[in-house]
């Protein structure tokens, strides 16, 4: 059972317009969520996160948006720059019993043309 | 020098010989994971400790075992690789954060094929 849901393989966008890459939950416990970015032959870097007690957290250029009520959330980039292109995995987590475990979602591959 | 480690980088071995995946960090981190990437499945947690003495399974842990030597060090081991073993390894540290929610930091990866 998919806990977390890119549903979305791939996206492609124009350089300097804007990139939303889509990301569902099921489990309603789950109270933090992030985005890491993965280039090939390099290891995920986190790159965003929110708590359940938000609804948008904004960085530079990146923001994510989180609308409980659908179990949904997402990231904005923009503009997009080619050096965004890689591979965006959200994951969720439940802060209750402290485990801390990171539940991810399938990834969405982002390429950006210029 | 990077935070977190992975020794090898990449690994081919054959079906049913012993392999050991090292992880080494400097981040003074207590908690540390490993995962598996397959294409199409994200990333599936095998094993985590939150320190020396506390090892846990995860959501994928049959066919592995694992060793935390160090704060520093958690190896994962494959004790009689199979081919659907074959996958990107990844090793990650954290530490508990306020309210209980940490971010994960990763390490480069292991390619590894069984043949």
């Known amino acids: 059972d998919q806990q977390v849901k890119q549903n979305s393989p791939s996206l492609s966008v124009q350089e300097g317009r804007i990139s939303i890459l889509n990301c569902d939950y099921t489990?309603?416990?789950?109270?933090?969520f992030l985005w890491y970015k993965k280039y090939p032959a390099e290891g995920p870097t986190f790159l965003i996160s929110?708590?359940?007690?938000?609804d948008k957290n904004e960085d530079g250029r990146f923001t994510v948006f989180l609308n409980k009520s659908a179990k949904h959330l997402s990231l904005h980039i923009v503009p997009s720059q080619p050096g965004d292109s890689a591979v965006y995995f959200c994951?969720?987590?439940?802060?209750?019993?402290?485990?801390?475990?990171?539940?991810f979602g399938q990834g969405t591959t982002l390429q950006v043309k210029p | 020098d990077a935070d977190v480690t992975q020794t090898p980088r990449n690994r081919i071995t054959k079906t049913g010989k012993r392999i050991m995946l090292e992880c080494s960090q400097t981040?003074?981190?207590?908690?540390m994971y490993w995962y598996r990437q397959d294409p199409g499945l994200g990333l599936r947690l095998i094993y985590y400790?939150?320190?020396?003495?506390?090892?846990n399974k995860g959501e994928i842990s049959d066919g592995y075992s694992v060793s935390r030597q160090a704060q520093a060090k958690f190896s994962l081991s494959l004790e009689s690789a199979i081919p659907n073993q074959t996958a990107l390894y990844f090793c990650?540290?954290?530490?508990?954060?306020?309210?209980?929610?940490?971010?994960?930091?990763f390490g480069p990866g292991t390619r590894l094929l069984v043949l």
């Open positions: 400790s939150f320190d020396v003495k506390d090892i």
């Open positions: 990650a540290t954290s530490d508990l954060g306020q309210g209980g929610q940490e971010t994960q930091y």
């Open positions: 929110i708590s359940s007690i938000k």
């Open positions: 981040k003074g981190h207590d908690r």
């Open positions: 489990n309603s416990m789950f109270d933090y």
């Open positions: 994951a969720a987590s439940a802060s209750s019993g402290n485990t801390g475990k990171l539940i």
